[in-house]
Every structure is written in structure tokens, then in C-alpha cells.
């Protein structure tokens, strides 16, 4: 493909982001819907307007928007504060991966979806334990009920989720790569990962600030970002290069790392542009990729309403982990969107493991996410505004 080739899908792509996320902002919808979708209509299923070709220009984008994601989520939390969360959040959000993924599991091998092979279930089974926590705090927020109990525990939850999603993540895109199925194999590949977060989190504490101190102190106009930036680049290889993993667990661990007690206001003003220019390619690459055909086959809509329903169940579950007191059904809905956590399953389905995960599959699970990122704001909304006119005493249940 030419340059010019090139340059023209990567305006095509930008104008059809934007204008998906402008129709679905004005519908009061996550933007990252309408991103999906838009790439859903021009990707190689709809008009064919763009390719998602390993190597090309558009591929890149996208993992860089994606690491830019990862980098920004990483940036959001503070472990002090994980600290602080308490048995609730923690035993929240344990429920809220273990029942999706076991649930899934056993739906696929039950149900024979995409075959019901081990392979399959344990990556649909892992789609399944993400949580959005933007979403939900979005719901709150607009609510005036950031400070509810129920939305400390959500929030606190999703985000440990966030953390244990990506543990998963790497686990399964590693052992699915290599083939590695014996139970030994298994825990190398956790042990792995546990390694490698504590020895660069603990590294990084000692050597982040003097690096961030060199970069506060060069002039020269943009420094401070690119030199940030390079940050999460850096630990993005090495997590490949060094342990195996995928770049975006480097780029997590960099935004965990260098958001303890900087300025992160600083560092998220300036990262903002170029994450707006950036993380929109990466949702629309992963809807070019859905081939709508496909999406539209009465076996997927049916495999993917049942996953859908089985993904809300595990995380309604996860409500009773609340303390008592609070409104665990509201707890419970505000875990189940996936939003942009599940796509990213589906993006490294896609890219990484297509020899294991079919076109079907991450149909499956694009489907599901569009569903549980949807449905749950309107459902959240009725409730929280209910609950001011109900004891949480008599809605302590999920039922």
C-alpha cells in the first residue's frame, strides 16, 4: 500500500471516529460505542474503506493508541489508595472476575460455542471479567453521587479489576500463543507477571522521581510529554522483550509508576491531545476488524445474547460482596459494563491469537461488550434515583 494509500484511510479513519463519537455523546452514550461502530461500517465487514494488515500504518496507531490507554488508566490509580479501599471493594471486585470467567467458561463448553474448545472458553471466559470503571463513574458522576458508598465500592472495585483484568490478559495471550495448557506452564506465566509488575513498580519508585525532576527541567517546548511518553514505551518493550508480555502491561505498570505523587494533573493535561489524536484509532481498528457478516449470523447473535446474559449475571453476583447496608443491586449493575477493557480482549484476539480465536469468537464478544456497555447507565440511572426514596436496608439483595 502506498503512502498516499495510507494517509487517505488514516483521514478517513479520524473523520469517522469523530463522527461516531459526536452521534453517539449526543445520544448520551459512551463515545467508544460509537468509535466501534464506525469502524464496524468502514472496516474490511462493512464498505471496506480500511484494512487492519499487520504492520500497516493503521495497525501501529492503534497499538499506540492502545498503550497511550493502558498508560492513562495506569495514571488514575494509586496503590496508597488501593490500600484504602477496604474488604468490601477487594471482595467486590475478586467476585466480580472469578464468576464472569468460571460462568464463562462453562457456558462455552456447555453450549459449544465456537466448538466449546478449552482454547476458546478460556478467552471468551477472560472477555468476560473486564469492568469499565469510566462508564459507571460517568453515571454517578451525573447523579451527583460520587461520594455515595456504593459508588466508592464500584469504583474502587473496577479499577482492582483493571489491575487483576490485565494479570488475565497476559496470562491467557501468553499461554494461548505457546500452546501452554500443563499446569506448570500456567503458573510460570502468572509468576512471570507478578515478577515483572513488582520489580519494575519497585524499581521505579527509587528512579522515577530523579527522572521526572531531569524532565521538569528541560526547556525546550514539549520535552516534558515526549520524555513521559517515552517512559511507557520503554517499559512496553521491555515487558515484551524481557518477559513476554504484551507492551500495553508495561505501559500500565509506566502509568502506576509515575503517578505516584507527581503532578498527574500536569502529565494527563498534556498527554490529552495526543491521547485524543491516538485511542479513538485503536476502538475503530478493533470494529474494522469485526466483519458484520459475521456479526449478523443467527449463531453468533444467539451465542452472543447468551454470553451477554451470562456476563451480566457474574457481575450481579459480585453486588453481594457489598457491605450490608449499602444497595448491593446497584453495586452489582455498576460492574457490568466491559466497555473499553473487553474490546482490548478482543483487539489481541484479532491481532495476536487468530490461529486459536476465530472471526466468530470476537464477534461474540464485541457483541457482548456493546450490549453490557449500553444497557447498564439507563438501568444504574433508575436505580440510583429510586434508592433516594428507599431504605438500602429493604434493597439489600440482588433479587
Known amino acids: 500500500m502506498s503512502v498516499v494509500d495510507q494517509l487517505t484511510q488514516l483521514l478517513v479513519v479520524l473523520v469517522a471516529a469523530k463522527v461516531g463519537a459526536e452521534l453517539m455523546t449526543r445520544v448520551r452514550q459512551p463515545a467508544v460505542i460509537g468509535e466501534l461502530i464506525a469502524g464496524m461500517i468502514i472496516g474490511v465487514g462493512g464498505l471496506g474503506w480500511v484494512t487492519t494488515q499487520g504492520g500497516d500504518l493503521l495497525e501501529v496507531l492503534a497499538e499506540i493508541g492502545v498503550i497511550i490507554l493502558l498508560y492513562e488508566v495506569g495514571l488514575e490509580i494509586q496503590l496508597a489508595d488501593m490500600a484504602r479501599l477496604g474488604r468490601s471493594a477487594t471482595l467486590v471486585a475478586f467476585i466480580g472476575v472469578a464468576t464472569p470467567f468460571a460462568l464463562g467458561v462453562a457456558a462455552v463448553q456447555i453450549l459449544q460455542i465456537g466448538g466449546g474448545t478449552t482454547e476458546t472458553a478460556i478467552f471468551i471466559g477472560a472477555a468476560m471479567t473486564a469492568t469499565s470503571v469510566g462508564i459507571t463513574a460517568r453515571v454517578f458522576s451525573d447523579l451527583g453521587r460520587m461520594g455515595s458508598d456504593e459508588a466508592k ?202 490461529d486459536v480465536v476465530t472471526s466468530e469468537d470476537i464477534a461474540i464478544i464485541v457483541l457482548m461488550v456493546i450490549l453490557t456497555t449500553l444497557t447498564p447507565p439507563f438501568v444504574l440511572t433508575r436505580l440510583v434515583r429510586r434508592s433516594d426514596d428507599v431504605s438500602p436496608v429493604a434493597d439489600d439483595t440482588i433479587s
Not at 241 to 250: F, H, K, N, S, T
Not at 261 to 277: A, K, M, V
Not at 291 to 315: H, M, N, Y
Open 153 to 354: 465500592t464500584v469504583i474502587g472495585a473496577a479499577v482492582i479489576d483493571d489491575i487483576l483484568g490485565l494479570v488475565i490478559l497476559a496470562v491467557v495471550a501468553a499461554g494461548l500463543a505457546g500452546d501452554s495448557a500443563s499446569l506448570s506452564d500456567f503458573f510460570w506465566l502468572v509468576a512471570r507477571v507478578i515478577v515483572f509488575l513488582v520489580a519494575t513498580v519497585s524499581i521505579g519508585r527509587v528512579v522515577m522521581p530523579a527522572i521526572l525532576r531531569l524532565l521538569d527541567r528541560l526547556r525546550m517546548a514539549g520535552s516534558f510529554v515526549i520524555g513521559v511518553l517515552v517512559l511507557a514505551l520503554t517499559l512496553g518493550i521491555a515487558a515484551e522483550r524481557v518477559a513476554g508480555l504484551d507492551p500495553i502491561v508495561g505501559a500500565f505498570v509506566a502509568g502506576l509508576i509515575i503517578g505516584r505523587g507527581h503532578d498527574i494533573g500536569r502529565i494527563q493535561s498534556e498527554l490529552r491531545p495526543i491521547s485524543h489524536f491516538f485511542v479513538p484509532i485503536f476502538f475503530l481498528a478493533v470494529g474494522a476488524r469485526v466483519d458484520v457478516s459475521v456479526l449478523l449470523r443467527p449463531t453468533v447473535i444467539g451465542a452472543g445474547l447468551l454470553i451477554t446474559v451470562v456476563a451480566v449475571l457474574g457481575k450481579l453476583v459480585a453486588g453481594l460482596g457489598a457491605e450490608r447496608g449499602m444497595q448491593r443491586i446497584v453495586v452489582g449493575v455498576g460492574m457490568v459494563p466491559r466497555g473499553e477493557v473487553g474490546l482490548i480482549f478482543a483487539a489481541l484476539g484479532a491481532s495476536q491469537l487468530s
